[in-house]
C-alpha cells in the first residue's frame, strides 16, 4: 500500500512568510495537485509538466476574481520554484 502525496513535505523547502500565508499555499497546492490528478491521473508533481499547471491556472480558475488567480499563480511559482523548473506563467 503507498502513501499518499505529502505536499507539507514537499513543499516545506520553499515555504516562506507567515503561518496563514504557508496554509494558504498548501490549500491551494492540494487544490492544483486534485484537479491536475483528476483531470490527467498524475499524481505526483514531479510528474508534472508546464501545460498541467497552465491548464489549471486559465481553466480551472476562469471564474475566480482576479485576486484568487493571483494567489494560485504564486503557488504555482512556489510549486516551480520547488521542482527546480524555469516555468514562468502570466496572469
Do not use: C
Not at 34 to 51: D, F, G, L
Not at 65 to 80: D, I
Amino acid at each position: 500500500m503507498s502513501k499518499p502525496f505529502d505536499m507539507e513535505l514537499f513543499l516545506a523547502g520553499v515555504l516562506t512568510g507567515s503561518h496563514v500565508t504557508r496554509q494558504r499555499h498548501l490549500r491551494q497546492a492540494r487544490i492544483i495537485q486534485a484537479e491536475i490528478s483528476e483531470h490527467w491521473q498524475w499524481q505526483t508533481p514531479w510528474a508534472w509538466q508546464r501545460k498541467h499547471v497552465v491548464w489549471f491556472l486559465e481553466h480551472r480558475l476562469d471564474r475566480n476574481s482576479q485576486a484568487t488567480r493571483y494567489y494560485y499563480l504564486l503557488t504555482a511559482r512556489l510549486l516551480a520554484r520547488r521542482l527546480k523548473r524555469s516555468w514562468e506563467f502570466k496572469l
